[in-house]
């Protein structure tokens, strides 16, 4: 390691050592865990991102939750069932209580389902189909939806309830609204049902949650948890170095270039899955011109050749094996495999073709190429900035001047949602396990996440019909269809289809989760 690695090193050494996280270690089953990025909020409805996800899920219910491997079970919701095409009911579980000691009720329900539907909300997108939401009694609910919604039960497991009352005291009823930066209360405080109760939240630092005793899902999940603690450590060998010492239970994004180590060392498994996400760049085609280019009165990335070019230009095959060890398959469309309507015929990149990519340079007028920034992360996918660094370079030999420009995530995605890029990496996993999702959110002029801006009447008509269509098989033959012509339309460079890693302490059995959510209440330590 570095003298600057050995540093950090020894600051997360103190962190994890610290006497006010550890108290009553010895009496305590204490899963200690570290991933490179922190969740950017603890309000379930501000932002849609893995981190903040996983951290949702742990203080928090939905009405229908997910298990580790994705299957849909009772949540706050005991039952449901459809009333008719656009009403869907629910039966809730009595005798819930918030952390703090609410009685969980119909109305609870009904505020979450609208305070996640409002503007500032990240989540508002899964709700787009809900008309009404109402409480028909104390442990009922009847939600409405404006025409009917093949995956509203899928979408709705994204949605983790908060107490009414809660939320009022502390003036926290619209969610904050993260693009435009803003916080409240309820970012770094939460008051959920879940299976963990938050203790201490220190923003990109630690994060504590200790077991809620009075969780209603004890009795099927009788995990031995009694504390979490979470330390973001964004180097990679820092990140290693903790885990190898024994500082770290669990490593949810070991380096590729280090797992070979991690699992000959013997302490450690190492499980890998596939994971319904697809990591890509995307271009900004809807301007008239590209606020960070030098060319100026025309936006190049408005021409398909040159779209069509960029993708050319890039080695996905190469980026897969070197950078990412063969931890990735190669993507040829945004639709990741293991969700409804991917279709692998479609999944085939391009290919690499820097001549190729050069002659439709040429066709489109940019002979000499042309300059743009590329925005990228720096701590939210793995090897996410060499992956960018490695992108330049294989631009440039197609006479494209990207510069890179890589940030932390937490100023790289407000750029993406506030439309404030030209030439963008992101990845998106597909929430509902349905194609419209990925469809919608990276394709939808509506979505907060598209920060494309292209534009293409009919295939966003036949988007709409897909989210609607509760014909099996005509909406698979619209799936198809739209899949294939929005990869055709070359406005995103599909680059991987991550394969997940985790490493786990021998003695801790935490079952992988294709999403890459860890669920805590799943975890059991060896007795």
Known sequence: MSMKSVAAFAAVLLLLAAPALVKDARAENVLRWASQGDAFTMDPHAQNEGQTRTFAQTV????????????????????????????????????????????????????????AASPTSDMKDFLAAVGDVVAVDPMTVRITTKTPDPVLLDEITNIFIM?????????????????????????????????FKLELREPDVRTVMVKNPDWWGLKENPHNVDRIIYTAIKNPATRVAALLS?????????????????????????????????LFLGMNAGSKELASSSIKGKNPFADIR????????????????????????????????????????????LGFDTEGAKKLLTEAGYSNGFDVRLDCPNDRYLND??????????????????????????????????????FFMFGWFTDTTDAHNHLYFMGAPGSVWNATGYSDTKLFADMDRIAVEMDTAKRDALLKDV??????????VPLQHPILAWATKKGLDLPIAPDNLPHFASARFAK
């Not at 094996?321 to 015929?345: C, E, K, S, T």
Request: glycine fraction near 8%; charge should be positive.
């Open 306 to 349: 040159v779209r069509k070019a960029v993708n050319m230009a890039i080695d996905v095959n190469g980026i897969s094996q070197r950078i990412m060890r063969g931890f990735a398959q190669p993507a040829g469309q945004l639709v990741p495999p293991g969700v409804h309507g991917y279709d692998a015929g479609l999944d085939k990149p």
């Open 163 to 195: 107490s009414k009352s809660w939320a009022e005291a502390h003036q926290v009823t619209v969610p904050p609204d993260m693009a435009g930066g803003k916080e409240s209360y309820s970012s770094r405080h939460v008051n959920g049902t879940g299976p």
């Open 246 to 278: 024994g500082e770290l239970d669990f490593l949810l994004d070991p380096p590729v270039q280090d797992i070979a180590r991690i699992e000959a060392s013997g302490q450690f498994t190492i499980q890998r899955a596939p994971s319904p996400m697809t």
């Open 483 to 492: 899949s294939t012509r929005f990869r055709d339309a070359y406005t995103y």
């Open 385 to 422: 900035e060499p992956m960018c660094q490695a992108i330049v370079g294989m631009l440039a030999r197609a006479g494209i001047k990207a510069t890179l420009d890589a940030k932390p995530r937490t100023i790289h995605f407000p750029k993406i949602q506030n439309k404030q890029t030209d």
């Open 60 to 115: 928090g219910d939905a009405l229908i939750n997910r298990t580790s491997d994705l299957t849909k079970v009772p949540g706050l919701a005991l039952s449901w069932k459809m009333v008719n095409p656009t009403t869907w009911e629910f039966k809730l579980r009595p005798g819930v209580k918030f952390h703090e000691g609410q009685a969980f009720t119909a109305d609870d329900v009904v505020f979450s389902l609208k305070r």
